[in-house]
């Protein structure tokens, strides 16, 4: 079974610049979550799907991030304009009665 | 709301020693999960285990085991014969079952140290 797919691994930017990053869930899954995890810290949820509709976004700062399932599978997730303090890990998850799975993780650096 | 609190920031051990990862949680929810989580340097997080509240039996997978005490709202982790591949950051999470099944809430973490 293919797991969590997550593009790009490592994106740096500058400031007030826009970033967009790209999941595929484990087959199957109908919920699928974005984390944010700054260093040294544990990830915090942004936003919760169930196939194309948000479960919970209360923690999205929707002034900059935006997130989107259309099709109910791949999801992408964009910020615009990208702030110092949004440098992190993105990590997208996807998960059944099993557990949650997460995928590799997309590295953000905004200079 | 959930919380996850790991009090130990950094833990070592010997290679083929044991040692055991603390976690306390707390959660209004009677139907719920909790989890532990292995983070190595590529920040992959990888599902070490994982135990139902609503079972009474401890569980396990390999050399991973838990402590669960419900009452206490306690859930440590114990890994038996480390080996230098289990060195990472582990961190216990939580979810609320149901409909928040899945959607976790996670400690700080602890960096593990496996010394040769």
């Known amino acids: 079974e293919a797991g969590v797919a997550q593009s790009p691994r490592y994106k740096i930017i500058e400031k007030r610049q826009s970033v967009a990053f790209w999941c595929n869930p484990i087959s199957g899954h109908a919920t699928l979550y974005w984390y944010q995890q700054i260093l040294g810290q544990g990830p915090k949820l942004l936003i919760q799907f169930q196939n194309n509709g948000v479960v919970d976004d209360s923690q999205l700062p929707k002034d900059r991030f935006s997130a989107e399932r259309l099709k109910g599978v791949d999801s992408t997730l964009k910020i615009q304009p990208a702030k110092l303090e949004d440098s992190a890990v993105y990590l997208c998850?996807?998960?059944?009665?099993?557990?949650?799975?997460f995928g590799p993780g997309t590295r953000l650096t905004v200079l | 709301a959930q919380t996850v609190t790991q009090s130990q920031p950094e833990m070592s051990v010997q290679e083929a020693e044991t040692v055991t990862l603390s976690c306390t949680y707390d959660?209004?929810?009677?139907?719920?999960?909790l989890f532990w989580y292995k983070q190595p340097p590529s920040r992959q997080m990888i599902l070490v285990i994982r135990?139902?509240?609503?079972?009474?039996q401890n569980a396990t997978e390999n050399r991973f085991s838990v402590n669960f005490q419900k009452a206490a709202k306690s859930f440590s982790l114990k890994i038996s014969d480390s080996q230098l591949g289990d060195a990472a950051m582990y961190f216990c999470?939580?979810?609320?079952?149901?409909?928040?099944?899945?959607?976790?809430?996670f400690g700080q973490g602890t960096i593990l140290t496996v010394h040769p």
């Open positions: 998850a996807s998960s059944s009665h099993t557990g949650t799975y």
């Open positions: 135990q139902e509240a609503y079972k009474q």
């Open positions: 999470a939580s979810d609320a079952g149901g409909t928040s099944y899945g959607k976790l809430t």
């Open positions: 959660t209004s929810e009677s139907d719920y999960y």
